[in-house]
Protein backbone atom coordinates (compact mmCIF):
# COMPACT_ATOMS: atom_id res chain seq x y z
CA UNK A 1 0.00 0.00 0.00
CA UNK A 2 1.16 3.44 -0.79
CA UNK A 3 2.49 5.19 2.00
CA UNK A 4 0.02 8.59 1.79
CA UNK A 5 -2.68 5.45 2.45
CA UNK A 6 -1.36 5.32 5.69
CA UNK A 7 -1.98 9.07 6.22
CA UNK A 8 -5.21 9.77 7.34
CA UNK A 9 -5.67 13.02 6.18
CA UNK A 10 -4.99 11.59 2.30
CA UNK A 11 -7.42 8.85 3.43
CA UNK A 12 -9.76 11.24 4.14
CA UNK A 13 -9.76 13.35 1.16
CA UNK A 14 -10.12 10.35 -1.24
CA UNK A 15 -13.01 9.27 1.17
CA UNK A 16 -14.51 13.05 0.91
CA UNK A 17 -14.00 13.00 -3.31
CA UNK A 18 -15.68 9.74 -3.59
CA UNK A 19 -18.89 10.65 -1.06
CA UNK A 20 -19.21 13.99 -2.33
CA UNK A 21 -19.33 12.94 -6.00
CA UNK A 22 -20.94 9.96 -6.06
CA UNK A 23 -24.49 11.02 -5.42
CA UNK A 24 -25.12 13.57 -8.16
CA UNK A 25 -24.42 10.56 -11.05
CA UNK A 26 -27.01 8.68 -8.80
CA UNK A 27 -29.98 11.08 -7.50
CA UNK A 28 -32.46 13.00 -9.60
CA UNK A 29 -31.83 16.21 -8.23
CA UNK A 30 -35.73 16.26 -6.79
CA UNK A 31 -36.74 13.07 -6.48
CA UNK A 32 -33.86 11.48 -4.68
CA UNK A 33 -32.07 11.72 -1.58
CA UNK A 34 -29.26 13.63 -2.40
CA UNK A 35 -31.42 17.14 -2.06
CA UNK A 36 -29.43 17.95 0.88
CA UNK A 37 -26.17 17.73 -1.21
CA UNK A 38 -27.30 19.64 -4.12
CA UNK A 39 -28.42 22.70 -1.76
CA UNK A 40 -24.81 22.67 -0.21
CA UNK A 41 -23.15 22.99 -3.55
CA UNK A 42 -25.96 26.00 -4.77
CA UNK A 43 -24.51 28.29 -1.37
CA UNK A 44 -20.84 27.66 -2.16
CA UNK A 45 -18.44 30.11 -2.24
CA UNK A 46 -16.15 28.83 -5.29
CA UNK A 47 -12.85 30.79 -4.16
CA UNK A 48 -12.98 29.36 -0.56
CA UNK A 49 -14.02 25.65 -1.65
CA UNK A 50 -11.82 26.25 -4.82
CA UNK A 51 -9.33 25.89 -1.94
CA UNK A 52 -10.54 23.25 0.18
CA UNK A 53 -10.87 20.58 -2.54
CA UNK A 54 -8.36 17.95 -2.97
CA UNK A 55 -6.52 16.60 -5.65
CA UNK A 56 -7.05 19.62 -7.72
CA UNK A 57 -5.15 23.26 -8.35
CA UNK A 58 -6.81 25.81 -6.34
CA UNK A 59 -8.09 28.07 -9.52
CA UNK A 60 -9.16 24.94 -11.75
CA UNK A 61 -11.71 23.36 -8.85
CA UNK A 62 -12.69 27.52 -8.12
CA UNK A 63 -13.78 27.52 -12.03
CA UNK A 64 -15.26 23.49 -11.90
CA UNK A 65 -17.42 24.45 -8.64
CA UNK A 66 -18.17 27.96 -10.20
CA UNK A 67 -20.10 25.90 -12.84
CA UNK A 68 -22.04 23.79 -10.81
CA UNK A 69 -23.15 26.51 -8.74
CA UNK A 70 -24.32 28.64 -11.90
CA UNK A 71 -25.96 25.30 -12.83
CA UNK A 72 -28.02 25.50 -9.67
CA UNK A 73 -28.83 28.83 -9.60
CA UNK A 74 -32.46 28.28 -10.81
CA UNK A 75 -32.72 25.94 -7.58
CA UNK A 76 -32.63 22.19 -7.33
CA UNK A 77 -36.44 21.81 -8.93
CA UNK A 78 -35.24 23.99 -11.77
CA UNK A 79 -37.02 21.85 -15.25
CA UNK A 80 -33.75 22.13 -17.04
CA UNK A 81 -31.30 20.89 -14.36
CA UNK A 82 -33.91 17.86 -13.59
CA UNK A 83 -34.27 17.39 -17.55
CA UNK A 84 -30.71 16.78 -18.09
CA UNK A 85 -30.20 14.33 -15.12
CA UNK A 86 -32.47 12.06 -16.48
CA UNK A 87 -31.50 13.12 -20.28
CA UNK A 88 -27.87 12.04 -19.32
CA UNK A 89 -28.21 8.75 -16.71
CA UNK A 90 -32.01 7.70 -16.67
CA UNK A 91 -33.78 7.98 -20.06
CA UNK A 92 -35.74 6.69 -22.15
CA UNK A 93 -33.72 8.27 -25.00
CA UNK A 94 -30.64 6.96 -25.52
CA UNK A 95 -27.86 8.20 -23.38
CA UNK A 96 -25.15 10.40 -24.97
CA UNK A 97 -22.62 9.23 -22.33
CA UNK A 98 -23.71 6.12 -20.32
CA UNK A 99 -22.27 5.83 -17.00
CA UNK A 100 -21.61 1.90 -17.05
CA UNK A 101 -17.91 0.93 -17.69
CA UNK A 102 -18.48 -1.79 -19.71
CA UNK A 103 -20.24 0.33 -22.35
CA UNK A 104 -16.74 1.44 -23.50
CA UNK A 105 -14.56 -1.37 -22.80
CA UNK A 106 -16.48 -4.25 -23.67
CA UNK A 107 -16.35 -5.21 -27.44
CA UNK A 108 -20.14 -5.46 -27.98
CA UNK A 109 -20.33 -2.17 -25.89
CA UNK A 110 -22.94 -3.77 -23.39
CA UNK A 111 -24.26 -3.30 -19.73
CA UNK A 112 -23.25 -5.81 -17.61
CA UNK A 113 -20.52 -6.45 -19.59
CA UNK A 114 -16.71 -7.88 -18.70
CA UNK A 115 -15.51 -5.38 -16.84
CA UNK A 116 -18.84 -4.92 -14.86
CA UNK A 117 -17.96 -9.33 -13.74
CA UNK A 118 -14.69 -8.67 -12.96
CA UNK A 119 -15.60 -5.92 -10.54
CA UNK A 120 -18.21 -7.93 -9.46
CA UNK A 121 -15.27 -11.07 -8.67
CA UNK A 122 -13.25 -8.50 -7.10
CA UNK A 123 -15.93 -7.35 -4.63
CA UNK A 124 -16.88 -10.82 -4.03
CA UNK A 125 -13.56 -12.01 -3.71
CA UNK A 126 -12.38 -9.02 -1.03
CA UNK A 127 -16.00 -9.56 1.16
CA UNK A 128 -17.65 -6.14 -0.55
CA UNK A 129 -20.99 -6.64 -0.20
CA UNK A 130 -23.83 -4.38 -2.27
CA UNK A 131 -26.35 -2.65 0.36
CA UNK A 132 -28.26 -0.22 -2.03
CA UNK A 133 -29.31 -0.55 -5.55
CA UNK A 134 -28.57 -3.92 -6.46
CA UNK A 135 -30.40 -3.59 -10.06
CA UNK A 136 -27.72 -0.82 -11.50
CA UNK A 137 -24.63 -2.29 -12.67
CA UNK A 138 -21.61 -2.11 -10.26
CA UNK A 139 -19.48 -0.21 -12.30
CA UNK A 140 -21.85 2.33 -12.76
CA UNK A 141 -19.61 5.69 -11.85
CA UNK A 142 -21.65 7.05 -9.31
CA UNK A 143 -21.66 3.37 -7.06
CA UNK A 144 -18.17 3.13 -8.21
CA UNK A 145 -17.41 7.03 -6.51
CA UNK A 146 -19.30 5.54 -3.64
CA UNK A 147 -17.62 2.49 -3.08
CA UNK A 148 -14.08 4.46 -3.24
CA UNK A 149 -14.99 6.52 -0.42
CA UNK A 150 -16.23 3.69 1.62
CA UNK A 151 -13.15 1.82 0.82
CA UNK A 152 -10.64 4.97 1.62
CA UNK A 153 -12.67 4.92 5.29
CA UNK A 154 -12.73 0.88 5.77
CA UNK A 155 -10.03 -1.24 3.81
CA UNK A 156 -7.57 1.81 2.36
CA UNK A 157 -5.22 -1.36 1.60
CA UNK A 158 -7.41 -1.96 -1.83
CA UNK A 159 -7.83 1.43 -2.68
CA UNK A 160 -4.83 1.79 -5.31
CA UNK A 161 -5.81 -1.81 -6.75
CA UNK A 162 -9.46 -0.35 -7.04
CA UNK A 163 -8.62 2.74 -9.36
CA UNK A 164 -5.76 0.90 -11.38
CA UNK A 165 -7.54 -2.00 -12.48
CA UNK A 166 -11.43 -0.83 -12.44
CA UNK A 167 -11.87 3.17 -11.97
CA UNK A 168 -9.27 4.62 -13.56
CA UNK A 169 -8.86 1.77 -16.39
CA UNK A 170 -12.28 4.23 -18.34
CA UNK A 171 -13.06 6.90 -15.86
CA UNK A 172 -11.18 10.11 -17.56
CA UNK A 173 -12.61 8.50 -21.23
CA UNK A 174 -16.06 8.32 -20.04
CA UNK A 175 -16.11 11.79 -18.24
CA UNK A 176 -15.03 13.59 -21.22
CA UNK A 177 -17.36 12.04 -23.10
CA UNK A 178 -20.00 13.23 -19.98
CA UNK A 179 -18.49 16.85 -19.84
CA UNK A 180 -18.99 17.18 -24.22
CA UNK A 181 -22.36 15.68 -24.18
CA UNK A 182 -24.07 18.02 -20.80
CA UNK A 183 -26.09 20.95 -22.03
CA UNK A 184 -26.29 22.52 -17.84
CA UNK A 185 -22.93 24.02 -16.18
CA UNK A 186 -23.69 22.03 -13.01
CA UNK A 187 -23.66 18.41 -14.96
CA UNK A 188 -20.46 20.13 -17.24
CA UNK A 189 -18.68 20.64 -14.20
CA UNK A 190 -19.79 17.68 -12.36
CA UNK A 191 -18.41 15.68 -15.21
CA UNK A 192 -14.73 17.84 -15.00
CA UNK A 193 -14.54 17.96 -11.27
CA UNK A 194 -14.69 13.98 -11.04
CA UNK A 195 -12.48 13.28 -13.72
CA UNK A 196 -9.78 15.79 -12.77
CA UNK A 197 -10.19 14.96 -8.98
CA UNK A 198 -9.04 10.74 -10.10
CA UNK A 199 -6.30 12.17 -12.13
CA UNK A 200 -5.07 13.91 -9.19
CA UNK A 201 -5.51 10.71 -6.67
CA UNK A 202 -3.63 8.81 -9.94
CA UNK A 203 -0.54 11.47 -9.44
CA UNK A 204 -0.16 11.57 -5.78
CA UNK A 205 -0.01 7.60 -5.91
CA UNK A 206 2.04 7.48 -8.65
CA UNK A 207 -0.39 4.90 -10.23
CA UNK A 208 0.36 2.95 -13.56
CA UNK A 209 -2.62 2.27 -15.31
CA UNK A 210 -3.12 -0.03 -18.34
CA UNK A 211 -5.75 1.17 -20.49
CA UNK A 212 -8.00 -1.09 -22.30
CA UNK A 213 -9.41 -0.52 -25.93
CA UNK A 214 -12.14 1.98 -25.83
CA UNK A 215 -15.13 0.37 -28.24
CA UNK A 216 -17.35 3.76 -28.02
Known amino acids: MHTKLNDVEFRGEVAFVGETLGPFFLQDPVK ?3 QVAFE ?16 VADERAEELLALMVRGLEGGIDDDGLVWEYLRLFIGPAKKPAPPWGSVYTDRECVVFGESTLKLRRWMRDNGIERTTDEKTPEDHIGLMLVLLGWLAETKPELVEEYLCDHVLTWSSHFLDELAQAAEQPFYQGLALLAKESLEGMQRELALEVTYPRYYR
Open 40 to 55: AVAVLEPTEAGKEWPF
Open 32 to 34: GDA
